[in-house]
C-alpha cells in the first residue's frame, strides 16, 4: 500500500482546497491517520473508496473521541524593559493556555479487494457544544450506518446527510451523551424503605412458644 | 385411520370426496364487539406493525424487531436493540488495561477466548509486546475450539429457528459441553474465560490437557458427519433456506459485513489469511466461500469452516512446542503503554472482532472502543428481509448469528 504521506499528495493533487493532514501516532503500532476537513470530506471518502490503487472499500470501525477543553501549563519568553528603562531583558514566564476541545469521529477503512489497510480518518468538529455537526459517511460506506448512530447516540455528534440518525442504544427519551468525558449520571437514586421491623415482628408473632427473647428489631 | 376414508371407490379407483365435508359458513359480522382487522382485504390493503420481541424466543436474546407487514411480506423492518446496553466501553475508560480483561468476557459470551484474544492483540500493538511460541499456539487452539463451539451452536439454534425443535440443538449442545469442559479444565470457568493476557496467557495448560484436546479434535468429524447427514441434504432444511435472504457481495463489502456472512456472500476475505495474525500463517487450511449469498450458504460456510478448524486444530496440537506461556518482560500491574493508539483485530467466529485504543499514558486507557461484528452485521437485516415472511426474518436473524451482549456492549 502507498504511505500515508502520498495518499495526503494525492488526495491534495485532486482537491486543492481540501484540508488533509497527517496526524502522527507514536505508539508502536504506527498507525498514522488523515485529518480531513469537514467541508469536502465526503468527496475524499468517495475518492478513496473509487480509486483504482487504493480502493478502501471497506469501513471496518467508525467510532468517536471525545477530547475536553484542556489547560496548558506553557513558559513562554517575554522581552520585558529593565528597571533603569536602558534596555530589555528576556525573562521566563508561565502562561496558562486554554486548548479548545472537540468531538473526533475516527474512520479505519480496510480494502476487501486489495488487502490492504488500515487507512484512518479523522474529522472534528468545531467545538462541543453548538458546532458538533460533521458529514455522514455512510453515504459511502454503508457499515457507518449504525456506527454513526452509536456516535450521535453516546458522543453526540450530529451527521450531517445520515439517513436514520436516532438514537440506537440509549432510550429515544434520553437527553445526555453517556461516552463524554464530563457526563454526571442522573441522581435517580431512590432509598426505598423496606420494612424489616414489621416484618420481624410479625415473624415473631407466629412462633410456635412466645419467649422473651422473641427476634426484635434490630437483633 | 379416520373414519371417512371408508368411503366406496369410484369407478377410477380414487377415492370420492365425503360429502359431509365442509367449511362452517363465517360468523356474523358483529360490529360491536372486539374483532380482528383484516390485514389486506380489496378494503383495505392497509399494512400491519408487528413488533417482534424483545421477549421472544427467536430473537436470541433482548432484541426487537419493528416489522410493517403486508399481508405476511415484510415491506420494512427497524432493529430496536439497547436493552443490554451497559457502556462496556465507559466501563473500560473507568479501569485500568488488565480489568477489562474479563468484562470482554461478557462480550459475546460464547466466544469468550477469542474476544480476550483481540483485546490482548490491540494492547499489545499499542505497547509493543511480544508473545512465546507457546502462547501463540495456545491462542490458535483456543480460539479453533470458540469457532468449532460458536458454529455448532450457531447451526443447532438455526434449525431451532427453523422448526426442528430440540434435536438438533441438543446434538449441538452436546458437543459443544466437550469443549467447555476443556475450557474450564483450562481456565476455571466454562464461558467466563478470563485466559488471554497481554503478552502471554494467564496459566500453562495443566497435564494430560492436550491429549484431551486431541480427543475432541478427533471425535468432531465424526459429529460433523452425523450432523451433516441430519440437517445437510434435508429437504425441509433445502425448501426453507435456500434462496431466503440473499446478500450481494458488494452490498456485503460495503455495509461491513464480516466473518462468515461475508464469505457466504461469496468473498473470501479471512483475516486469518488477509492479516496473518498469531501464527495462522503456519497453518495449512482452506477459506471456504459460498455462492448465493442465502441463508443456505451461511448454514453451510459455517459447516466446512468447522471442518478447517478441526484441520488447524490438528496440525496446532501436534506441533505445540513447551516453553513460557508469558513474556517475561510483560507487566500486568502498573501497565502503562506509551501515549499513541491502536486498531488490533482478529477473525472472531462471528466476524470481525476489533478493539481501538488510546492511550494517554496512564493506568486507564482513554479510549476504549469494541468494533463488535454482530453490531455491524446487523446493519444488513432490513435488506435481507424485505420481501420475505416472518418466519423466513426469523431464520435470516438466526443466520445472522448475533450475541446481544455484544450488539448492546
Known amino acids: ?219 | 385411520m379416520r373414519a371417512d376414508l371408508n368411503v366406496p371407490a369410484a369407478g377410477n379407483g380414487i377415492a370420492a370426496p365425503p360429502e359431509a365435508f365442509s367449511v362452517d359458513p363465517p360468523a356474523p359480522f358483529d360490529s360491536t364487539g372486539p374483532r380482528i382487522r383484516p390485514v389486506r382485504d380489496e378494503f383495505h390493503g392497509d399494512l400491519l406493525e408487528v413488533s417482534m420481541g424483545p421477549h421472544h424466543p427467536s430473537t436470541h436474546g433482548v432484541f426487537r424487531m419493528v416489522v410493517t407487514l403486508d399481508g405476511e411480506t415484510i415491506v420494512k423492518l427497524k432493529p430496536v436493540f439497547g436493552y443490554l446496553h451497559r457502556n462496556h466501553e465507559k466501563l473500560g475508560e473507568a479501569t485500568t488495561y488488565l480489568s477489562s480483561m474479563p468484562y470482554t468476557d461478557r462480550l459475546d459470551y460464547f466466544c469468550a477466548m477469542t474476544n480476550n484474544w483481540a483485546y490482548a492483540l490491540a494492547v499489545e500493538k499499542l505497547a509493543g509486546l511480544s508473545v512465546p511460541p507457546r502462547a501463540e499456539y495456545l491462542r490458535v487452539i483456543l480460539a479453533e475450539l470458540t469457532r468449532l463451539l460458536n458454529h455448532t451452536c450457531l447451526a443447532g439454534f438455526l434449525l431451532q429457528d427453523c422448526g426442528a425443535s430440540g434435536t438438533p440443538l441438543m446434538y449441538a449442545f452436546r458437543e459443544r459441553e466437550k469443549i467447555l469442559d476443556l475450557f474450564e479444565a483450562l481456565s476455571g470457568s466454562r464461558m467466563m474465560c478470563n485466559f488471554q493476557r497481554f503478552g502471554g496467557c494467564r496459566v500453562d495448560a495443566p497435564t494430560g490437557w492436550l491429549d484431551a484436546a486431541r480427543r475432541v479434535a478427533e471425535g468432531y468429524p465424526r459429529f460433523l458427519d452425523e450432523f451433516e447427514g441430519l440437517i445437510t441434504g434435508n429437504e425441509i432444511v433445502m425448501a426453507r433456506t435456500q434462496g431466503v435472504g440473499r446478500l450481494p457481495a458488494a452490498l456485503a463489502i460495503s455495509a461491513g459485513v464480516t466473518g462468515p456472512m461475508l464469505r457466504a456472500a461469496g468473498v473470501a476475505y479471512d483475516l486469518r489469511k488477509v492479516d496473518g495474525y498469531g501464527y495462522y500463517p503456519r497453518f495449512d487450511f482452506r477459506v471456504p466461500f459460498g455462492g448465493d449469498g442465502d441463508t443456505y450458504d451461511r448454514y453451510m460456510i459455517r459447516i466446512l469452516e468447522m471442518r478447517e478448524s478441526v484441520a488447524i486444530l490438528q496440525q496446532a496440537l501436534r506441533d505445540v512446542p513447551a516453553g513460557p506461556v508469558m513474556d517475561p518482560k510483560a507487566r500486568l500491574r502498573g501497565f502503562r503503554p506509551k501515549p499513541g493508539e491502536a486498531y488490533g483485530r482478529i477473525e472472531g467466529p462471528k466476524g470481525e472482532i476489533g478493539f481501538y485504543l488510546i492511550s494517554d499514558g496512564g493506568p486507564n486507557p482513554y479510549r476504549y472502543r469494541v468494533r463488535a461484528p454482530s453490531f455491524v452485521n446487523l446493519t444488513i437485516l432490513e435488506d435481507l428481509c424485505l420481501g420475505h415472511t416472518v418466519a423466513d426474518a426469523v431464520i435470516i436473524l438466526g443466520s445472522i448469528d448475533i450475541v446481544l451482549g455484544e450488539v448492546d456492549r
Not at chain 1, 442504544?169 to 434520553?174: H, K, N
Request: proline content about 8%.
Open chain 1, 1 to 219: 500500500m502507498e504511505t500515508l504521506e502520498q495518499i495526503r499528495d494525492r488526495v491534495a493533487a485532486r482537491f486543492p482546497a481540501a484540508e488533509v493532514a497527517i496526524l502522527p501516532n507514536p505508539s508502536p503500532a504506527a498507525q498514522s491517520s488523515l485529518v480531513l476537513g469537514v467541508r469536502h470530506a465526503r468527496e475524499i471518502a468517495a475518492f478513496l473508496r473509487d480509486d483504482p490503487v487504493l480502493r478502501l472499500d471497506y469501513c471496518s470501525n467508525a467510532t468517536g473521541v471525545d477530547w475536553p477543553d484542556k489547560e496548558i501549563a506553557e513558559t513562554v519568553q517575554t522581552r520585558i524593559s529593565t528597571a533603569d528603562g536602558a534596555g530589555e531583558r528576556m525573562v521566563d514566564q508561565k502562561v496558562k493556555r486554554l486548548q479548545p476541545g472537540c468531538l473526533e469521529a475516527v474512520y479505519h477503512l480496510y480494502s476487501v479487494s486489495r488487502r490492504h489497510g488500515p487507512v484512518v480518518l479523522r474529522m472534528r468538529t468545531g467545538n462541543r457544544t453548538d458546532r458538533v455537526t460533521l458529514p455522514s459517511l455512510t453515504p459511502v460506506w454503508r457499515s457507518c450506518e449504525f456506527q454513526e448512530r452509536e456516535i450521535y447516540d453516546l458522543f453526540g455528534i450530529v451527521f450531517d446527510g445520515h439517513p436514520d440518525l436516532r438514537r440506537i442504544l440509549m432510550w429515544d427519551a434520553f437527553r445526555d451523551h453517556p461516552m463524554r468525558k464530563d457526563y454526571v449520571e442522573p441522581d435517580d437514586y431512590e432509598w426505598e424503605p423496606t420494612p424489616h421491623d414489621a416484618v420481624l415482628a410479625k415473624a415473631g408473632r407466629h412462633r410456635p412458644t412466645a419467649s422473651p427473647e422473641a427476634p426484635t428489631a434490630g437483633s
